[in-house]
T-cell receptor, first 110, second 111 residues
Framework: SQTIHQWPATLVQPVGSPLSLECTVE??????LYWYRQAAGRGLQLLFY??????ISSEVPQNLSASRPQDRQFILSSKKLLLSDSGFYLC?????????FGQGTRLTVV | GNSVTQMEGPVTLSEEAFLTINCTYT??????LFWYVQYPGEGLQLLLK?????DKGSNKGFEATYRKETTSFHLEKGSVQVSDSAVYFC??????????FGAGTTVTVRA
């Protein structure tokens, strides 16, 4: 069966520090991969998606970036965090129509 | 573009009450429709889905019917439990790679 791992579960970072969140998928190949952000009390915002290694599409301009160095690995990064980057970050994968989500990372920028 | 509009919350109910969360969509084409549920502090779980008009998705006592004529996919449950307290998201996907979500509806069920 397929599983998705996302870490860390919680993270507190100072403003201006770098960020690296990692997501890996097991049990499938060539998945579509996604990063979403959920701000407090708000819905889900699609940040990036990828249909293959090295292929990244950005939905919202911001100081975040994403990379896919391997087929089942998706990384969300920032060189300098802003207070507004705080939120709940969710990684997801899909092959057909439905998507499967990781447990999320609670990021607090202080 | 494609979008989902769902009923704003929060919704507070007593146990065994009837729950309905409205969801309507705008899409260029015929999307697949989903309801996801998010329990506190967790990621999203697929609750149910429907891939074509008049399909009814069902799971854990929840149901939703894909209504093309009204572009709707309302979620219903006849008798809620405290354990149904969560945030519910309506979502759609066309023949591309993006899953579009509604804003989410927070449901609290009181004993």
């Amino acid at each position: 069966s397929q599983t998705i791992h996302q870490w860390p579960a919680t993270l507190v970072q100072p403003v201006g520090s770098p960020l690296s969140l990692e997501c890996t998928v097991e049990g499938t190949s060539n998945p579509n991969l996604y990063w979403y952000r959920q701000a407090a009390g708000r819905g889900l915002q699609l940040l990036f998606y990828s249909v293959g290694i090295g292929q990244i599409s950005s939905e919202v301009p911001q100081n975040l970036s994403a990379s896919r160095p391997q087929d089942r690995q998706f990384i969300l990064s920032s060189k300098k965090l802003l207070l507004s980057d705080s939120g709940f970050y969710l990684c997801a994968w899909s092959r057909t129509f439905e998507a499967f989500f990781g447990q999320g990372t609670r990021l607090t920028v202080v | 573009g494609n979008s989902v509009t769902q009923m704003e919350g929060p919704v507070t109910l007593s146990e065994e009450a009837f729950l309905t969360i409205n969801c309507t969509y705008t899409a260029t084409g015929y999307p697949s429709l989903f309801w996801y549920v998010q329990y506190p502090g967790e990621g999203l779980q697929l609750l149910l889905k429907a891939t074509k008009a008049d399909d009814k998705g069902s799971n854990k006592g929840f149901e939703a019917t894909y209504r093309k004529e009204t572009t709707s996919f309302h979620l219903e449950k006849g008798s809620v439990q405290v354990s149904d307290s969560a945030v519910y998201f309506c979502a759609l996907r066309l023949n591309d790679y993006k899953l579009s979500f509604g804003a989410g509806t927070t449901v609290t069920v009181r004993a």
